[in-house]
Nanobody, 121 residues
Framework: QLQLVESGGGLVQPGGSLRLSCVAS????????IGWFRQAPGKEREGVSC????????YYADFVRGRFAISRDNAKNTVYLQMNDLKPEDTALYYC??????????????RGQGTQVTVSS
């Protein structure tokens, strides 16, 4: 069964950057679109980004477009989320999930423990 493990979070000042990683284990990511979603305390889960297997299509939520970039290395079974110009409102627990679609519907059933991103001065 697919298992996803997220890492790379941390504490960063506003305007800073982080790169999150999502590694798949037990199965390869063949033909799977992988996405990132986040959840902040007291808020609903929200889709952040999704990338198709070929990396031909990448989708972003409006609130991260231009600041975040999703990529993947299929040989390493890994998906990345480069986050730049971070804002306090980006503070959340970030998860990856599969599959996902262009509407940022992301299956969170295979998520890991998540990785905490905290943006604060």
């Amino acid at each position: 069964q697919l298992q996803l493990v997220e890492s790379g979070g941390g504490l960063v000042q506003p305007g800073g950057s982080l790169r999150l990683s999502c590694v798949a284990s037990h199965v390869t990511l063949d033909n799977l679109a992988i996405g990132w979603f986040r959840q902040a305390p007291g808020k609903e889960r929200e889709g952040v980004s999704c990338i198709t297997y070929s990396s031909f299509h990448k989708y972003y939520a409006d609130f991260v477009r231009g600041r975040f970039a999703i990529s993947r290395d299929n040989a390493k079974n890994t998906v990345y989320l480069q986050m730049n110009d971070l804002k306090p409102e980006d503070t959340a627990l970030y998860y990856c999930g599969a599959p996902c679609d262009s509407y940022l519907n992301i299956n969170y059933g295979y998520r890991g423990q998540g990785t905490q991103v905290t943006v604060s001065s």
